[in-house]
T-cell receptor, first 107, second 115 residues
Framework: QKEVEQNSGPLSVPEGAIASLNCTYSDRGSQSFFWYRQYSGKSPELIMF????GDKEDGRFTAQLNKASQYVSLLIRDSQPSDSATYLCAVLPDMRFGAGTRLTVKP | EAGVAQSPRYKIIEKRQSVAFWCNPISGHATLYWYQQILGQGPKLLIQ????????DSQLPKDRFSAERLKGVDSTLKIQPAKLEDSAVYLC?????????????FGPGTRLTVL
């Protein structure tokens, strides 16, 4: 059974801090990895995509991938209250989502 | 650019009834997905279409769920008969084959309640 695991949280960080979100996957054949943000009552939206080992930075977001450890993470620097949402990890080739980690950024 | 359209937005039915959901993807997007998202869980892929062909329906409960994408544009997802455990948000998403990121654009979803 292919699994994508995330800590459901909630994860609470103060405004301006770094939020660290983690995801592990079981299928070694996984090729590409996505982080989606989902606000309460809304649909998911893509915020990061990574397919090579190492770090990928986009503004305040950094995705980190370690295929040997089957681990992908998302760092959010200078967290803002508007970052409060559920963050979903998704894995190709079969677009399997984790259950999501709920992040709360407190002013 | 218009986004992914879905209807209805909300539906309440009794168990054993039938229900259908409609999705219109972003113009030009060849790939269309249907997901089921149960409260507190991540989206679960039910079926993926490429144009009007099925790419993956391995997680579609085929005894009660069916989907079609005639002419490679709009799609409908049907549940017949519905069970209590089908209560969820049904999300439609689309993507273009030209995007190396395979970014999926999601519609607003249809919230189904089965009583």
């Amino acid at each position: 059974q292919k699994e994508v695991e995330q800590n459901s949280g909630p994860l609470s960080v103060p405004e301006g801090a770094i939020a660290s979100l983690n995801c592990t996957y079981s299928d070694r054949g996984s090729q590409s990895f996505f982080w989606y943000r989902q606000y309460s009552g809304k649909s998911p939206e893509l915020i990061m995509f990574i397919y090579s080992n190492g770090d990928k930075e986009d503004g305040r977001f950094t995705a980190q991938l370690n295929k040997a450890s089957q681990y992908v993470s998302l760092l959010i620097r200078d967290s803002q209250p508007s970052d409060s949402a559920t963050y979903l990890c998704a894995v190709l080739p079969d677009m399997r989502f984790g259950a999501g980690t709920r992040l709360t950024v407190k002013p | 650019e218009a986004g992914v359209a879905q209807s209805p937005r909300y539906k309440i039915i009794e168990k054993r009834q039938s229900v259908a959901f409609w999705c219109n993807p972003i113009s030009g997007h060849a790939t269309l997905y249907w997901y089921q998202q149960i409260l507190g869980q991540g989206p679960k892929l039910l079926i993926q279409f490429q144009n009007n062909g099925v790419v993956d329906d391995s997680q579609l409960p085929k005894d009660r769920f069916s989907a079609e994408r005639l002419k490679g544009v709009d799609s409908t997802l049907k549940i017949q008969p519905a069970k209590l455990e089908d209560s969820a948000v049904y999300l439609c998403a689309s993507s273009t084959m030209d995007d190396p990121r395979n970014e999926q654009f999601f519609g607003p979803g249809t919230r189904l309640t089965v009583l």
